[in-house]
């Protein structure tokens, strides 16, 4: 396994003091200073994470906690168990008691003939591959409905639209578009919080984007060109089908401040020099008081054929808001786990997957211990970490 660089930040950190839920008072000012953190994470030995092999070939999984007790997740580009034609975006259920316990199942959505009903409307499946077919950038279940951010709306991968579902948990999922989109994005991941959006603020959800650079207005509208910073919008609980409920993150970590147009968004982390792929995760740590930021790049960005599923590194973050500022606690030197999938998962090389997430069912009561899910070596891949 890679060797961390651990607590390798990049500016002055203050950490808030635990906190044993997260709510709407996370708007309203800067950060109480705390005890910094001063640990890294252990990681079980690679013959101990999972890889679920029915899921072979996978990627752009997005996990989330229904209120059934189930994650639902996207899947890209691959032909899962039980699906009869390979395709580039899905959605399905993860199902188990453990982290390490987890199964797959496929679900069609909208007309379950036809894998291609994105377009139509009533899915969210679509076929092509890689920026060929619509994709899912983030799912979360708040306020009765899944939601979607659906990426690639327009050539090239860029644009994100909203999509969403009242009947999630039935055999075949109807899904409903928002009449709107934001060309300007190129990829929003839903912040996730307990299940089916426990512990959330009452009046708003987040997503995590990408942006090209530390300047202002540099949102980056691209799922693939890699970036050294993200941002953040806030969506209003009470319409997240109105647009003009959608804001971006305009202020700093001691004063979080909400805009309208994507040109005064300012970043909520910035490591220049550092080739992030732009697809992020986020999920609250209730146990912890504190969010945990995941982010997969590339160890040799000088080179140009490498790809994160096989040999990205990994980065995970802590912080007691969404907005910053942020503790490394850890991050590979290069490729993580590193080395061969395992057979059911074609042995490739085995890296840090297109993103990566710590779902917040699997995290332990203390928050010390959690189960990190990526696509690494192009597959539903499952690690357990521990902080001291």
């Not at 993860?94 to 496929?106: E, H, L, P």
């Not at 603020?201 to 300047?215: K, N, Q």
């Given at each position: 396994m890679a060797t961390p660089r651990s607590l390798r930040s990049r500016s002055p950190v203050l950490l808030s003091i635990l906190l044993a839920g997260c709510g709407d008072t996370a708007d309203e000012g800067p950060q109480e200073p705390s005890m910094?953190?001063?640990?890294?994470?252990?990681?079980?030995?690679?013959?101990?994470?999972?890889?679920?092999?029915?899921?072979?070939?996978c990627d752009s999984f997005t996990p989330?906690?229904?209120?059934?007790?189930?994650?639902?997740?996207?899947?890209?580009?691959?032909?899962?168990?039980g699906v009869p034609q390979k395709i580039g975006m899905g959605f399905g259920r993860?199902?188990?008691?453990?982290?390490?316990?987890?199964?797959?199942?496929?679900v069609p959505t909208g007309d379950p003939a036809n894998w291609d009903d994105t377009k139509v409307g009533a899915g969210v499946d679509a076929l092509g591959d890689g920026a060929a077919s619509e994709k899912v950038g983030?799912?979360?279940?708040?306020?009765?409905?899944?939601?979607?951010?659906?990426?690639?709306?327009?050539?090239?991968?860029?644009?994100?639209?909203?999509?969403?579902?009242?009947?999630?948990?039935?055999?075949s999922p109807d899904y409903t578009w928002a009449s709107w989109s934001l060309p300007d994005l190129g990829y929003a991941s839903f912040v996730q919080y307990g299940k089916g959006y426990a512990g959330g603020?009452?009046?708003?959800?987040?997503?995590?984007?990408?942006?090209?650079?530390?300047?202002t207005g540099s949102v980056s509208n691209s799922a693939y060109d890699m970036v050294p910073a993200f941002g953040l919008i806030r969506g209003s609980r009470s319409d997240l089908g109105a647009k003009g409920n959608w804001k971006y993150f305009c202020g700093s970590s001691s004063s979080p401040a909400w805009c309208s147009a994507p040109s005064a968004a300012k970043n909520i982390l910035l490591q220049s020099g550092t080739s992030f792929k732009p697809r992020a995760g986020m999920s609250w740590n209730r146990g912890l008081g504190k969010f945990m930021l995941t982010l997969v790049s590339d160890p040799t960005p000088a080179t140009t054929d490498d790809d994160t599923r096989f040999d990205?590194?990994?980065?995970?973050?802590?912080?007691?808001?969404?907005?910053?500022?942020?503790?490394?606690?850890?991050?590979?030197?290069?490729?993580?786990?590193?080395?061969?999938?395992?057979?059911g998962c074609r042995s490739t090389g085995w890296g840090s997957g297109?993103?990566?997430?710590?779902?917040?069912?699997?995290?332990?009561?203390d928050g010390k211990t959690f189960y990190l899910f990526s696509s690494g070596g192009d597959c539903l891949s499952i690690a357990r970490g521990v902080l001291p």
């Open positions: 910094a953190v001063v640990s890294t994470i252990s990681w079980d030995s690679k013959s101990q994470m999972k890889q679920v092999a029915s899921t072979k070939g989330t906690w229904a209120p059934d007790g189930n994650l639902y997740t996207a899947v890209g580009d691959c032909r899962p168990q993860i199902s188990g008691a453990t982290g390490y316990g987890v199964s797959f199942t496929a983030g799912m979360l279940y708040v306020g009765g409905r899944m939601w979607h951010w659906i990426r690639n709306i327009s050539p090239g991968g860029t644009g994100v639209r909203l999509k969403s579902s009242g009947n999630y948990n039935t055999a603020p009452s009046g708003y959800v987040y997503a995590v984007i990408p942006m090209r650079s530390g300047s990205g590194a990994l980065t995970v973050m802590l912080s007691s808001q969404p907005w910053g500022p942020w503790e490394t606690v850890f991050a590979s030197d290069g490729t993580w786990p590193g080395g061969t999938s395992t057979t297109d993103r990566a997430d710590i779902p917040t069912k699997y995290m332990s009561a």
